[in-house]
């Protein structure tokens, strides 16, 4: 097996009493595709969180080509990064929103700015043709001057993946990118991502959509109740889901609401 | 009897008004500066602090917005200097007041802007690579901004009328070049009849520019 770029070891987090995750265990190899299924409140988006610390975890450890992430362990003291320190650590982990979370006061070109003057300190010139490359990409050449509110959520989502990808991350985390989308619009969404990993993108994808994770992902995890309940090759994972009540049943309630 | 209206008075001390006008404006700008001040860094300090920082942060703003402006003015001007055996101008004196005043209320107004900014943009800007400045600069005071833009509208125009309190403690603006016309030339209505269309058109002038505003930092371009 190769190296792996995000290894993920005991990895534990409880909110209160409530415990999220519970001992996740997890390897992505360089330019793998890795869908998360799983169904509501099983720690999915909670781990894609963790990974670049938007929550902190208790237990465990999380590290991004070799770097271990939110905590310097230091003999048996664990102690949290800085929000400063974590700062460029975080531009190297790209992530998408459900909810798109633009910058609203910034156009679309601006917010794929942003990050490479502020965060890569690429001169403004530079910038510019490398965020009009990719949202050119992402087939908005034609909205660069728009705000989010004049975008369809479509047009927003795109946007959100180039601002992210444009960072040039060593992974990119997609968080459910199309749950807060109109049906006719997952399909263009869909689409730049499946461009993205066909170009050997590292992508961690929690997702709901079955033929994404199918076709898109080389790999499926399916997480329940906080642990990773089946890892595998994602054909395979589907194939023989019969032979698991718990993926059997999960994937029965999605077949309904689709 | 008949009452003859005669302007000619009012025409002669013009400059009165014109330059109380002036005064007025000046007033209200720098208050408004230095209440802008101290409103968003207590709203910042409120916002992160603990338990004794937001108490002491709450019986200012409390104090302030339960004490009528006038008693205020007074306090400021002649409370303090004679209980501290120091004095300081009248003018001095009303822009500390007023800017106290504004200062509580946009204590409140930048508070429920911060509470406001969608988590999910602090989530993005972190996302991003921004540093805890970078997304106080970059995306925390401008979306919050533009979220409290109309409530601040709304705090200029008030302040800009409470100006004319400044009248008590003889400080040359607006109301005191009326009120100074009026008392040496007996011309009252004369006197307001003019003064009350200056009041009314700054006010106008002020909201229309701050629609304009408004409009051109809107998160919904129409």
Request: with cysteine.
């Amino acid at each position: 097996m190769p190296q792996s770029l995000v290894q993920i070891r005991g990895l534990k987090k409880s909110f209160g009493s409530l415990r999220v995750l519970d001992g996740i265990d997890l390897d992505v190899a360089k330019g793998e595709a890795v869908c998360v299924i799983g169904p509501s409140g099983s720690g999915k988006t909670t781990l894609l969180r963790c990974i670049n610390l938007l929550e902190p975890y208790d237990q465990g450890s999380i590290k991004v080509d070799g770097t271990e992430i939110g905590y310097e362990e230091g003999g048996s003291t664990r102690k949290r990064r800085s929000e400063r320190a974590l700062a460029p650590i975080r531009a190297d982990i790209g992530m998408v929103f459900q909810l798109f979370n633009l910058f609203p006061h910034l156009t679309a070109l601006e917010n794929v700015m942003l990050g490479l003057t502020k965060v890569r300190g690429i001169s403004k010139a530079e910038a510019k043709d490398r965020a009009g490359h990719w949202l050119n990409r992402v087939g908005l050449s034609d909205k660069l001057q728009s705000l989010p509110s004049q975008l369809s959520g479509g047009q927003q989502q795109r946007v959100g993946i180039a601002r992210a990808v444009a960072m040039g991350p060593k992974v990119l985390l997609l968080d459910e990118i199309t749950s807060a989308l109109d049906p006719e619009l997952v399909g263009e969404v869909l689409s730049v991502v499946q461009g993205l990993a066909r170009d050997g993108m590292t992508m961690i994808v929690v997702t709901h959509e079955m033929t994404f994770a199918r076709d898109v992902g080389s790999r499926i995890i399916f997480m329940d109740e906080g642990r990773v309940v089946i890892d595998g090759p994602s054909r395979d994972v589907l194939a023989n889901a019969s032979q698991n009540e718990r993926l059997k049943s999960f994937l029965a309630r999605i077949e309904m609401k689709h | 009897m008949t009452y003859h209206f005669n302007f000619n008075f009012v025409w002669r001390y013009a400059d009165k008004l014109y330059w109380g006008l002036v005064l007025s404006l000046e007033i209200a700008l720098i208050s408004i500066l230095i209440g802008m001040v101290i409103g968003l860094s207590l709203a910042l300090a409120y916002t992160g602090g603990n338990r004794w920082i937001r108490s002491a942060i709450a019986a200012y703003v409390e104090f302030i917005r339960n004490v009528p402006l006038l008693l205020l003015v007074y306090l400021v001007f002649y409370g303090i200097p004679s209980a501290g055996g120091f004095a300081y101008d009248a003018l001095t004196s009303f822009i500390a007041t007023l800017a106290l005043y504004s200062g509580a209320y946009l204590v409140e107004v930048f508070r429920a802007g911060l509470d406001a900014i969608p988590k999910g943009l602090i989530d993005a800007g972190k996302a991003v690579g921004l540093t805890p400045w970078q997304r106080f600069i970059h995306v925390r005071m401008p979306t919050m901004f533009r979220i409290v833009l109309p409530s601040l509208s709304n705090v200029y125009v008030s302040l800009f009328k409470d100006t004319s309190l400044a009248y008590v403690i003889a400080v040359p603006e607006l109301t005191y070049g009326a009120n100074w016309i009026k008392t040496n030339t007996f011309r009252v209505i004369e006197v307001w009849i003019v003064v009350w269309p200056m009041y009314l058109a700054t006010c106008y002038a002020l909201i229309y520019a701050l629609r304009l505003l408004e409009r051109r930092f809107s998160l919904v371009r129409r």
